[in-house]
Every structure is written in C-alpha cells, then in structure tokens.
C-alpha cells in the first residue's frame, strides 16, 4: 500500500539558513492579554504584598520578641507573598498551556537565551548583555539619591548593619536560610518572573511598542508594600525591561537583578560566619 501525503500543515519546517549557519526559528507567540487581564494579574501581585505588609507583619510583630521581632515578622510576611507569585505564575501557566513542562514552560515564560532579534541566533554573545545591566544597576544604586525617608523599623539594611542585627545573625542559619528563599523568590521566582516571564510576553496587543514601559510602571506601581523604593525600582526597571523585551528572553532581567540578592546574602552569611 503507498502511503498516504502529509498534509502540508503537518511538515517539519526547515530552520532558516544564511549561508551554512542555521537561524533559530521564531517561537510561538504566547496568547494575548488584554489591558483588564494585565490589571487582573497585576493585583493578584500586588495587593496580597501590600496586605501582608501592612496588615499582617503589623499583628505578627507581637508574636516575637526582642529587638529582632519586626524584621522577623516583615521577612515572614515578604516571603510568603513571593512563593503566592510564584504559584500565581504556575496556575496561570498550567490553565494556559495545560501542562507545566519545562519544555513548555520555558516558552511559555521567556524563559531562554536571549535571541538577536536581526540574525536570529540566540545565546553566545548576547549572554554579555548581563555585564552592562548589572553595572548599569550598580551605577544607579552609586550615583543616584532620592530624598525619600525609609522608616526605620522597615529597613533590612539598617537592621544588619546594627548590633542587634549582628547579634541576631551570628550562627543563625536558620533565618539566613528563609531570607535566601526570599531573595530566590523576590528575583528568580516570584517578582521578575512574574512581571518579565508572564506578563511581558502577552502585553504586545494591549499596550503596543510602548509594552515594556507599560511592564516597567506596573512593576513600579506593585512595590505598595514599599513606597518609598518605587523611583529606584522603576529606574531599575527601565534599565532592565527593555533589552528582556528585545531579546525576548526574562533571564536577562532575571540574572540582573539576581547579582544584588548574591550581593546580600554573602554580606548576610559573613554574619552569621562570626
């Protein structure tokens, strides 16, 4: 018996060639969302941080005592509203694709190398595009002052830098194990894959080429648990956003942000150390 011809939808297309170096093929655009929906979603974000920060830390504050009880009752608070993103992600994720495998996954949410949006080709060079973001990060945190007052008792820093931050740390692996969960959720698995995974991708139809500023102040905006670090979060993220939009992968915003949390935990773990 001869086979039957495959219809032309079901044929394997060819990569694209220039010269003998294949171009990697465009991938699937992932649906849409439209302005309510990104709204929707921003909410979902945003509004259990602020709740859980000013409502919640507030009440389990009196659970702990000594001098170390509100930064144990905000990182609490901080971290359980990261993992809620993350799983926000992952149920909108499985109802979109249905199904949560990595293959899937990573197409899905950006999750990739960056792709030269002229030749096509993905990941080598352009993974150097991490080293100008970071510096560019690191330039703002140097050379840029906003006079906005953090309160006292909601400044990690001022925390660790003091004696009974140091105190509190000394030998305890135990909170500087949760606040590492809080810096992997906060830049790998909560925040940016969030805003730069989930929401940029499917931004394109509602807000145009201006997506990426629109992704930029939204992800401003969501900081209400932390008002006061809004202008500093949106020039990181001006900074960011744009070259994660243009490659098309969230790694780049992901990996960027991620060398401050590298940065804190390794001036966290020299206090326990002591």
């Known amino acids: 018996m001869i086979p039957a011809p495959q219809p032309a939808a079901v044929l394997t297309a060819r990569p694209a060639y220039t010269g003998d170096r294949p171009i990697d093929a465009e991938p699937s ?91 096509g080709r993905r990941g080598g060079w352009l993974w150097l595009l991490i080293v100008p973001l970071v510096v560019g990060i690191a330039a703002k945190e140097l050379l840029v002052t906003i006079p906005i007052p953090v309160p006292a008792d909601r400044d990690l820093g001022l925390f660790l830098r003091s004696d009974a931050g140091r105190d509190f740390f000394a030998g305890n692996w135990t909170w500087f194990a949760l606040l590492v969960t809080m810096w992997v959720f906060n830049t790998v698995l909560g925040e940016e894959l969030l805003f730069r995974g989930l929401l940029l ?31 500093k979060v949106l020039l990181d993220t001006l900074i960011v956003v744009y070259p994660s939009r243009r490659y098309r992968s969230a790694v780049l915003g992901i990996a960027a942000h991620s060398v401050q949390s590298v940065v804190f935990a390794i001036l966290v773990l020299l206090l326990v150390l002591r």
């Open 201 to 231: 991708p499917r931004m394109q139809r509602a807000c145009g080429r201006w997506d990426w500023v629109v992704n930029g102040l939204l992800f401003t905006a969501y900081h209400l648990h932390v008002p006061w670090a809004m202008p």
């Open 29 to 119: 655009q992932p649906p849409q969302y439209s302005f309510a929906r990104i709204l929707w979603t921003w909410a979902a974000a945003a509004l259990p941080m602020a709740f859980l920060a000013w409502v919640v830390a507030p009440r389990l504050w009196t659970a702990f005592d000594g001098p170390s009880a509100w930064p144990r009752a905000i990182i609490l608070c901080l971290t359980l509203g990261l993992i809620w993103q993350f799983v926000l992600v992952a149920v909108l994720v499985r109802r979109e694709q249905g199904t949560l495998r990595w293959s899937v996954v990573k197409e899905a949410l950006w999750l990739r190398a960056p792709r030269s949006p002229r030749t």
